[in-house]
């Protein structure tokens, strides 16, 4: 039983996520599917370089051209 509660919370904030709202409990269970699966954005990318420059070189050199 407290399985299926804690996949019930779990789902729940996936959901949520998934529906834009923004998180609606402070449940940690809850709290982990709401994150889980989320992009990480800009922060999550530019960990991996020593600096934002070295950052930006590399995205430079790895967007495409617009095609016209």
């Known amino acids: ?6 996949n019930q ?8 996520r998934d ?3 923004l998180p609606r409990r402070e449940s940690s269970i809850y709290m982990d ?8 954005g800009l922060d999550g990318l530019v960990q991996y370089f020593p600096s934002v420059e070295s950052y930006l070189k590399w995205k430079c050199k790895h967007v495409s051209p617009p095609s016209t």
């Not at 599917?33 to 990480?40: C, D, I, L, T, V």
């Open 9 to 16: 919370h779990y789902q729940q904030g996936q959901r949520d």
């Open 33 to 40: 599917g709401y994150f889980k699966g989320r992009p990480e």
């Open 1 to 6: 039983m407290l399985e299926s509660l804690r």
């Open 19 to 21: 529906a834009g709202l």
